[in-house]
């Protein structure tokens, strides 16, 4: 029986869940001294002199570094479409731009004497203006880097049609609306944390990184090192979300360090470090225009973003551009305009986060159409029904250039609409109404689409048999949390025709594993995945190659069946002893012919008090559609983490400023992350369309939940209180802000 598409346990977790995992600070090399960074508690300010003298004298003490000891270069920004006049110094020289950059290191014999000289230094900053609001900086009125002579990133723009047509043309109703995506703290169990020794062959660090290999290029450059000399490898990660997909000035600092005093270093962030130093997501300001005609056929689309790229121009400075590929999401829309400007700010720098700049466009779009509705009267479900991009269209190309491979998305609507019971949700929302209750029932939808494995790189995979039967895989991936040690193991064991037992995976060590491309954007099992299935498949051949060699007999009368190899005179031989006498190992490449396109539907259900604004999430209803699935278990536990953390973003989470750019949110004791308390069993649904991409017909997961459901929760509390009203509420849709837009929708009635 094929194991595809049986919902195996996680292997990995046993180790988990008794002995305990083996993430970087539980590491102790011999002679490590620790690493603690002393960090700027100005947002922006002239740093006229860092005193270290005490630091120096304390206790366990054997260096401190400010920028005048660091002879490296200041490092680009991790695209080259950015400005690159807008580098990162590894410690901060002249200015500081952001409360929490780096300005000295202290190391000593233990973290404790670190922690505690790293307090002896003395930072003296003098203020220079703040610049927290993006939609300020795009004015240039005060530039943070003069360098380069302006706040601006990067800027984009499009529209179809081309030319002066007007873009709302034969639309009879145009809605606009102004709205935020809040930046949110990615906040992985393992905050970040790095471990270098150097030796004759160069460097060793020990990372909790998604891109062994991409890390290893980073640091080899800003060190001024070759590559072959530096060796990146992880032991478990502990979540990354996006936030540890690129090396971070403090890696490059801890491998400085123990370059510069030949004795490894160890690092480890605190919370509150990874809270205000570790980078944030999302952080775009979106003006929007939606045109159509009175009986809800969507005309045109106009989106344009401000997206806050914070002091330094990290990746989420070019995240707009998957916000323009997205712009159109799953509708027929032949009309769209769209511009976007990525710029500095004495904020925390902005990274990546599940989704990249498609969980923006979504939100958009989504909350769009349901003010579309609501202006000509019309159900959001129904407006939803009349636009979407019919089945028998696929492949599509959009007018943004974004190919959608294959999709049912009026079924993945009606699903969720049938598995929720939609009729009698409208009916229980009229009753309340029409009572007059406290508690108002919402209904939000989100009808979606997303590209997953979008950069279409190839991935590498390797298998080798032992003496014993054993076989070991080999990955360019690198897992931190997803389950690839399962699913890998999966996709040999079913090729191989042996026990998933006998399948060992190694994965995320540069020196084991000679390429690989990483783990994010949704792309590890139709890349790394098929990479692991096309060596199984080589290795069966291969292994027919010796076993006819073995059996005397030509390569044809060999078959491969149960694990074993039998020739047509009924001779039997196994893996065991053909590896004994045979080098029986391969390599294989997988390189991708397009990206892969999941699309889902989502409903939320929500309880608002009006008289205190209080949100209760009552239900989630999630219909995803992600081809096969290789493995249902882990593909709804991808599922329930991306719900988990969209309802999040939509409900509580956001990093904010005070106006001298002071984080209000910088730990957990004041940034609202959301519980299981808050949050109700998920009812989840998977629909399996086929891609053509791959031979599995696979397409990625990870990233849906936070993808498709945020806008459904935001539309559903705006549903709730509509009757009052009230026509818009940014997230996170708090009982505060909520209330609010209750009281100024009473004031003007």
Aim: charged content about 20%; proline content about 6%; aromatic content about 6%.
């Amino acid at each position: 029986m094929s194991l595809i598409g049986r919902p195996v346990r996680r292997t990995e977790d046993r180790a988990l869940l008794t002995t305990g995992g083996t993430y970087v600070d539980d590491v102790l090399v011999p002679g490590s001294l620790e690493l603690v960074v002393v960090r700027s508690t100005v947002a922006h300010g002239r740093l006229r002199r860092v005193d270290t003298e005490a630091a120096r004298r304390a206790p366990g003490v054997v260096a401190v570094f400010t920028a005048a000891d660091v002879d490296l270069a200041p490092l680009p920004p991790e695209a080259g479409v950015l400005n690159q006049k807008m580098t990162t110094p590894v410690l901060a020289d002249d200015v500081v731009r952001f409360v929490g950059e780096p300005v000295a290191a202290v190391l000593a014999t233990s973290r404790a004497e670190a922690v505690d000289a790293a307090a002896l230094v003395a930072a003296d900053i003098a203020p220079l203006p703040v610049l927290v609001d993006p939609e300020e900086a795009v004015t240039d009125e005060l530039v943070l880097h003069p360098e380069a002579g302006t706040n601006m990133v990067l800027k984009l723009g499009f529209r179809r049609p081309a030319g002066r047509a007007e873009l709302h043309e034969g639309a009879e109703v145009v809605v606009r609306q102004r709205m935020r995506n809040p930046r949110v703290a990615p906040c992985p169990l393992e905050a970040r944390a790095g471990q270098a020794e150097w030796g004759p062959d160069g460097l060793r660090y020990r990372a909790g990184s998604q891109a062994v290999h991409l890390w290893r290029g980073q640091l080899a450059a800003a060190l001024g090192e070759p590559e072959d000399r530096v060796q990146v490898v992880n032991g478990d990660v502990g979540g990354a979300f996006g936030s540890k997909a690129f090396a971070s000035r403090e890696d490059v600092l801890v491998a400085w360090a123990s370059r510069r005093l030949g004795r490894p270093v160890r690092w480890a962030e605190t919370r509150s470090e990874s809270m205000t130093a570790a980078g944030h997501g999302r952080a775009q300001h979106q003006s929007a225009e939606l045109g159509g005609t009175r009986d809800g056929r969507i005309v045109s689309y106009a989106l344009e973003v401000v997206q806050d790229a914070g002091a330094y121009p990290r990746i989420g400075a070019i995240l707009p551009f998957w916000t323009r590929t997205m712009l159109t999401g799953p509708y027929a829309i032949s009309r769209a305009k769209f511009s976007s400007s990525s710029v500095t700010t004495t904020t925390t720098p902005v990274v990546s986060y599940r989704g990249a700049g498609q969980p923006e466009a979504v939100a958009a779009l989504e909350r769009m159409v349901d003010v579309y509705a609501a202006e000509i009267g019309l159900d959001p479900a129904e407006v939803r029904r009349r636009n979407l991009l019919p089945p028998e269209s696929f492949p599509v190309t959009t007018i943004t250039r974004a190919r959608y491979d294959t999709g049912d998305y009026p079924a993945a609507l009606e699903r969720v609409l049938a598995e929720a019971d939609y009729p009698a949700l409208r009916a229980e929302q009229a009753a309340r109404r029409e009572r007059g209750d406290v508690q108002q029932l919402g209904i939000g939808l989100s009808t979606f689409v997303e590209i997953t494995g979008a950069d279409t790189r190839s991935e590498y995979a390797s298998i080798r048999v032992d003496d014993t039967g054993r076989f070991t895989v080999g990955s360019g991936t690198c897992p931190h949390g997803q389950g690839h040690v399962t699913a890998w193991a999966m996709l040999a064991a079913d090729v191989l025709a042996v026990a998933l037992d006998r399948v060992d995976v190694r994965h995320s060590d540069t020196a084991t594993i000679p390429v690989g491309g990483g783990t994010g954007g949704s792309r590890s099992l139709q890349t790394g995945g098929m990479a692991v299935r096309e060596a199984a498949l080589a290795l069966v051949e291969r292994g027919r190659d010796a076993a006819a060699g073995h059996l005397g007999v030509a390569r044809d009368e060999v078959e491969y069946t149960a694990g074993r190899f039998r020739s047509t005179a009924g001779h039997v031989v196994y893996w065991a002893e053909l590896a004994s006498a045979n080098d029986l190992s391969v390599e294989a490449t997988f390189q991708p012919s397009a990206a892969t396109c999941p699309f889902g539907a989502h409903l939320a259900v929500v309880l608002v008090d009006t008289e205190t604004g209080q949100v209760t999430l009552r239900r989630a209803v999630a219909v995803d559609d992600a081809g096969v699935l290789l493995n249902p278990l882990l593909a709804e536990g991808q599922v329930h983490g991306g719900l988990a953390q969209g309802a999040g973003q939509a409900l509580v989470e956001e990093v904010r400023f005070a106006a001298d750019g002071t984080p209000l949110h910088g730990d957990l004791h004041r940034y609202a992350m959301i519980g299981a308390a808050e949050l109700p069993s998920f009812e989840t649904v998977a629909m399996q369309t086929p891609t053509p991409v791959n031979a599995l017909g696979a397409k990625g997961l990870g990233e849906s939940g936070a993808v498709g459901f945020p806008p459904a929760v935001q539309n559903a509390v705006v549903d709730a209180v509509r009757h009052l009203g009230v026509r818009h509420i940014d997230m996170p849709v708090t009982a505060e802000r909520v209330w609010t837009a209750i009281q100024e929708a009473y004031a003007v009635r």
